[in-house]
């Protein structure tokens, strides 16, 4: 069974940066392509990046492209979510989970309990 932890998120002025992290335990990581994903407060979850098995291929949604930057350690069975130039609309509880595909990237497994990003003003 895979369990995600999702940490580094916090309060941060916008224009500021996090780092998040997500730990992925249970299978053999480096077998998944990872996303990250949010869901603001009213607002359904929403894709944000994602990164293939090995790290060569990346993708991003549209609002955060340019400003965000994901990759994986797989020795470390980790996946970050560098976040730049913070804007109050990143605000949410930002998720990670293995996806079906780059193409298809429906979540493969249940959600962990995310981590809270509150971009202020």
């Known amino acids: 069974q895979v369990q995600l932890v999702e940490s580094g998120g916090g309060l941060v002025q916008a224009g500021g940066s996090l780092r998040l992290s997500c730990a992925v335990s249970g299978r053999t990581f480096s077998i998944y392509n990872v996303g990250w994903f949010r869901q603001a407060p009213g607002k359904e979850r929403e894709f944000v990046a994602a990164v293939s098995r090995s790290g060569a291929t990346t993708l991003y949604a549209d609002s955060v492209k340019g400003r965000f930057t994901i990759s994986r350690d797989n020795a470390e069975n980790t996946v970050y979510l560098q976040m730049n130039s913070l804007k109050p609309e990143d605000t949410g509880v930002y998720y990670c989970?293995?996806?079906?595909?780059?193409?298809?990237?429906?979540?493969?497994?249940?959600w962990g309990q995310g981590t809270l990003v509150t971009v202020s003003s």
């Open positions: 989970n293995p996806i079906e595909s780059m193409i298809n990237r429906n979540a493969l497994h249940a």
